[in-house]
């Protein structure tokens, strides 16, 4: 199981660095995650884009959230276009895989001259 969960993660960086390669830094997330959605499809990748997630609060529903990607429902994906990652990124990143109930996320950065990849494994 975590073997494929490691293939996964291997397909969408080779995602991620063909899209960075293509478009380069510069553009809105947006035009990141039509592009990561393109090459997804055509690695054969099963995920929802724009996954949106109820946030509880003491049992109480108090909002939602939406994440860039869901893949095969256990690898959460969150897209920035950013000069430089900071601290409250990685801390979205994190509380999306407790939203999500995810063991896995990569928070990849188009923003810099070289895509940037974060992975968090849930322990």
């Known amino acids: ?8 993660t291997k397909k969408v ?3 991620a660095f063909k899209v ?3 478009l380069g830094n510069g553009f809105q997330e947006v035009i990141y995650q039509r ?8 690695e ?4 929802e884009r724009e996954k949106e997630m109820d946030i509880y609060y003491d049992g109480k529903k108090i909002g939602n959230r939406r994440v860039d990607f869901l893949i095969d ?3 959460m994906i969150e897209l920035k276009a950013v000069t430089q990652l900071e601290g409250v990124h990685w801390h979205q990143a994190i509380n999306y895989i407790e939203a999500y109930h995810v063991r896995i996320g990569l ?4 923003g810099s001259r070289s895509v940037e990849i974060k992975r968090f494994i849930k322990s």
């Open 107 to 110: 928070l990849i950065n188009f």
């Open 20 to 22: 960075h390669n293509g």
């Open 13 to 15: 960086i080779k995602c």
């Open 73 to 75: 429902k256990d690898v």
């Open 44 to 47: 054969g990748l099963i995920f």
């Open 35 to 42: 592009a990561l959605a393109y090459e997804f499809a055509k």
């Open 1 to 8: 199981m975590e073997y494929y969960k490691s293939d996964i």
